[in-house]
T-cell receptor, first 115, second 110 residues
Framework: SAVISQKPSRDICQRGTSLTIQCQVD?????MFWYRQQPGQSLTLIAT?????????ESGFVIDKFPISRPNLTFSTLTVSNMSPEDSSIYLC????????????FGPGTRLTVL | GQQVMQIPQYQHVQEGEDFTTYCNSS?????IQWYKQRPGGHPVFLIQ?????EVKKQKRLTFQFGEAKKNSSLHITATQTTDVGTYFC??????????FGKGTMLLVSP
């Protein structure tokens, strides 16, 4: 298993500003993902954070809006840039520890409100 | 792209009643996973099914993977209030990213 922490746990931000969310894992993991979840909704994959290279973004998400860093195998950041109220959501970091089992572990999430 | 449909969207049962949620994929899956998300919490991995026709049990929970590896179900026998939450299925093909269903919210009244 993997223990994941996220910072901040919640934030209220003004329109037009940016917020960087940090994800720390207690062990080295192969794959790391960032999801968005609206209250009461399913999980939408934003991107796969690749160690040492550019993130792989899903359709509808772009690097300029959601820049991602992954400097090593235990840490990643997601920035939500030039925020608007539509960006209000829960952002979840998730990891898939190894190549054998596909199970994913999720962080506690960051609840973002944009005014 | 791959789509995973899940029904029902919501179910409210009395404690002791059974509950089933169904998951259907538009494509053949390599495996399917089930997650539970308690209110205010994050998704927690329950189980992974890999083989065609596979059935796995975890206490009162029974998971099935269809013969064609395109559908799955989760059945809870004699629900308890601790079963409250949203149950998501998630499938992938090969080593691709997971596609989550929309989830089934289960409410259990004592």
């Amino acid at each position: 298993s993997a223990v994941i922490s996220q910072k901040p746990s919640r934030d209220i931000c003004q329109r037009g500003t940016s917020l960087t969310i940090q994800c720390q894992v207690d062990s080295q993991v192969t794959m790391m993902f960032w999801y968005r979840q609206q209250p009461g909704q399913s999980l939408t994959l934003i991107a796969t954070a690749n160690q040492g290279s550019e993130a792989t973004y899903e359709s509808g998400f772009v690097i300029d809006k959601f820049p991602i860093s992954r400097p090593n195998l235990t840490f990643s950041t997601l920035t939500v840039s030039n925020m608007s109220p539509e960006d209000s959501s829960i952002y979840l970091c998730s990891v898939r520890p190894g190549p054998i089992y596909n199970e994913q572990f999720f962080g506690p999430g960051t609840r973002l409100t944009v005014l | 792209g791959q789509q995973v449909m899940q029904i029902p969207q919501y179910q409210h049962v009395q404690e002791g009643e059974d509950f089933t949620t169904y998951c259907n994929s538009s494509t053949t899956l390599s495996n399917i996973q089930w997650y539970k998300q308690r209110p205010g919490g994050h998704p927690v991995f329950l189980i992974q099914l890999v083989k065609s026709g596979e059935v796995k049990k975890q206490k009162r929970l029974t998971f099935q993977f269809g013969e064609a590896k395109k559908n799955s179900s989760l059945h809870i026998t004699a629900t308890q209030t601790t079963d409250v939450g949203t149950y998501f299925c998630a499938g992938n093909s090969g080593y691709s990213t997971l596609t989550f269903g929309k989830g089934t919210m289960l409410l259990v009244s004592p």
